[in-house]
């Protein structure tokens, strides 16, 4: 099964997580992302491929600046 199609739940809630936009802060700058997170207590999940792609690319970014 890929990570595509599996259901994540919360560690902490056990429900299951729904796509929503959420807010990142890094270096004084904002920048929202659709992520998966937890209806009930807002926990985020970020992937791998996130954390380490887009996500490293726009740290790398506002660094530079």
């Known amino acids: 099964m890929s990570l595509l ?3 994540w739940k919360c560690s902490k809630c ?3 997580l729904v796509k ?3 807010l990142f802060s890094y270096l004084g700058r904002d920048v929202t992302h ?3 997170r ?3 207590c807002g926990k ?3 992937p791998k491929d996130l954390a380490e792609g887009r ?3 726009v740290e790398q970014q506002l660094e530079d600046k």
Request: proline residues 5%.
């Open 5 to 7: 199609n599996k259901t």
């Open 14 to 16: 056990g429900m299951v």
């Open 20 to 22: 929503k936009k959420a």
């Open 34 to 36: 659709e992520v998966s």
């Open 38 to 40: 937890c209806p009930k």
């Open 44 to 46: 985020v999940f970020i």
């Open 55 to 57: 996500m490293a690319e």
